[in-house]
């Protein structure tokens, strides 16, 4: 985003813009990296760049009058690319511009903490600060409290635990190590992944004593770390591996971490440590216990991968007369077809639930969902699938296809067709034969 394609006669300009010191929020990393790109100094208007993930752009202009000078141009070229956030503080109207959505909690976070003095000299501020609270309210209800509470080192009972949780506390800004224990042979692998991957100095000794001191120097952001980061975070899957291959050194490895992150709180730096691990058994370590993650997320279901062999039938009840059915079926065919285009053969049809399905329907339906009009039946849009994929992930993309094209339906069902069973569904969808 240019200031005037930036020109000599701009440069001043702009650092006179910079020294009106429009507070930033707390939170975004490399704050003091923040670029004007606009504004008016008559005015007061400013327009910047944050050079961080997602390229957003904060503006302040008065909230009553016009922008001044090259601001309205800046913002109206803005709009056309970018998401608009505003609201009104005082007599200054802010607006955040981002490249996806942001969040109902992010957008608090972003208004609570610019309610502090403009722009700090320190380009660090604390991960929880206790002093404003109504952004302390809002820091509590993160990941990250949840965990730091509770200790430095956690377990995840499986992979999509761990993976999931690491991906939360990236979302929070915390720079991440990820490692796998499962492939390590010996004990000096070990100590080689955490040296190539937190770049420790090359004299590392390579045992827990220099480990204990890198981690140290971890802890004060000598290395392995970052201070515009929110905080640090390693994790190790396959922890039990390592439990096998020594375990002393694995809960020694633990303790140590545990220690140093303990003395990095008191530099105001959040470290935490999560492993995968099936064992419940784990002592005290760095003198605190050692607590379970949970997420709320499930983990994906396993892959169900389907062939020519078989027909996969996905059915939509719905209430309809023979018309509505039949436009039902032509929309279905509409919303569904580039789907199903990259699968391979399909067939739509739609018949009149027997009496038999319809009584068990209504008992199970009857108090949710669309009623029973006069003249409709319940009826049985269907379609028959034949190719390759995964029954899952074409489950999941026709449900989006229906529900994008607002197509109601009562219930959906999905099931294979395979061996006796075969022959008869494609008696019903003879385009599949």
């Known amino acids: 985003m240019p200031f005037s394609q930036d020109q000599p006669a701009n440069r001043l300009y702009k650092r006179e813009l910079a020294d009106l010191r429009v507070p930033l929020p707390r939170w975004w990393p490399g704050r003091l990296n923040a670029e004007v790109v606009g504004g008016d100094l008559e005015s007061g208007a400013v327009i910047m760049h944050l050079p961080v993930g997602g390229d957003p752009y904060l503006a302040r202009v008065r909230a009553d009058g016009a922008p001044g000078g090259n601001t309205g141009t800046t913002l109206a070229e803005l709009d056309r690319t970018m998401t608009r956030y505003e609201w009104i503080e005082g007599e200054w109207k802010y607006i955040v511009f981002c490249r996806g959505q942001l969040s109902y909690e992010d957008l608090g976070h972003i208004k609570v903490s610019m309610r502090a003095t403009p722009l700090e000299t320190s380009s660090r501020s604390v991960v929880f600060d206790p002093t404003d609270d109504e952004l302390f309210n809002l820091q509590r209800q993160g990941f990250d409290w949840r965990l730091l509470q509770n200790g430095f080192v956690h377990t995840c009972r499986d992979r999509f635990t761990l993976d999931t949780a690491a991906g939360h506390l990236v979302d929070l800004h915390y720079l991440t190590h990820s490692f796998d224990a499962s492939v390590w042979h010996d004990i000096v692998d070990m100590h080689t ?6 770049s420790f100095p090359a004299y590392y000794g390579r045992n827990l004593d220099a480990l204990n001191d890198v981690l140290s120097d971890v802890g004060r ?12 975070v ?3 899957a396959g922890f039990d591996s390592l439990l096998e291959l020594d375990r002393r050194t694995a809960l020694l490895v633990l303790d140590i971490f545990a220690r140093q992150a303990r003395l990095a709180a008191l530099y105001g730096h959040a470290m935490l440590c999560l492993i995968e691990t099936t064992n419940h058994e784990f002592d005290r370590v760095g003198g605190m216990g050692v607590s379970g993650v949970s997420v709320s997320e499930s983990p994906p279901d396993p892959p169900r991968p389907f062939d020519e062999s078989v027909v996969v039938v996905f059915s939509f009840d719905i209430y309809a007369t023979p018309a509505e059915a039949e436009q039902y079926a032509v929309d279905l065919q509409t919303a569904t077809a580039q789907v199903l285009d990259e699968i391979g053969r399909y067939q739509i049809r739609s018949e009149i639930a027997s009496s038999d399905h319809a009584t068990k329907f209504e008992e199970f339906h009857s108090r949710s969902g669309p009623q029973c009009m006069p003249g409709q039946n319940l009826v049985d849009v269907s379609i028959g699938v034949r190719g390759r994929g995964d029954q899952n992930v074409l489950g999941e993309d026709i449900y989006h296809a229906v529900t994008a094209a607002r197509l109601r339906f009562v219930q959906m069902t999905d099931r294979i067709a395979a061996g006796p069973d075969l022959e008869r569904v494609l008696a019903l969808y003879p385009d599949l034969v």
């Open 221 to 232: 952001y000598s290395y392995g770390s970052d201070p515009h980061s929110a905080g640090t």
């Open 193 to 198: 992944a955490f040296a190539e991957t937190m």
């Open 234 to 236: 390693v994790t190790i």
